[in-house]
């Protein structure tokens, strides 16, 4: 698959899989998303969590190579796919720089446009889209 392709199909999917590591210990969670070229944003919102010092902001700090990947299934297996995004993460914080990601989340959720994330902001740049599909 192509990489724009690639980021194109990552773009419709509205749930990927954010993967961090520390040291030899992997970490992942789902979460949402906007793209926007080849940067990838997401926020940390205001649902329940453990603990505001989350795990993969702490691991983006120590080590900024993340990996996402989103796919989709479908009984009619003739239209499964999956893209994975590798590259470089950094935390965002302060308003001016979380306005414009938070914004793209906004417009892609409409949960966000009624309660906009809180942040931070995970900004993931984009080094390699990669991806498969049975069609």
Known sequence: MKPDEARRLFSTARVARLATSAGSTPHVVPFTFAVDGDVVYTAVDAK????TNLRRLRNIRDNPAVALLADHY???WASLWWVRADGLARV???AEAMARPIRLLADRYPQYAASPPGGPVIAIQVAR???WSAS
């Open 92 to 94: 965002v914080t302060g």
């Open 129 to 131: 889209w990669s991806g």
């Open 74 to 76: 479908d009984e009619d």
């Open 48 to 51: 329940p969590k453990s603990t």
